[in-house]
């Protein structure tokens, strides 16, 4: 697992994006994001 760790997602509302903030959070990483609309976040 990895500890301490940033990763950046663009479009982290979109379909595939959202499956890989999922699976990053699953393996330990920490995700920042963007999103279009502040009242998607």
């Given amino acids: 697992m990895i500890i301490g760790e940033t ?3 663009t ?3 979109g379909y595939v994006a959202g499956w890989c903030v999922a699976e990053l959070l699953k393996r330990g990483y ?3 994001t963007t999103v279009r609309s502040a ?3």
Avoid: F, H, Q, Y
Wanted: aromatic letters at 0%; hydrophobic letters at 40%; a positive charge.
């Fill in 7 to 9: 990763v950046l997602v």
């Fill in 11 to 13: 479009g982290g509302t």
């Fill in 30 to 32: 920490t995700v920042r």
């Fill in 39 to 41: 009242a998607k976040g």
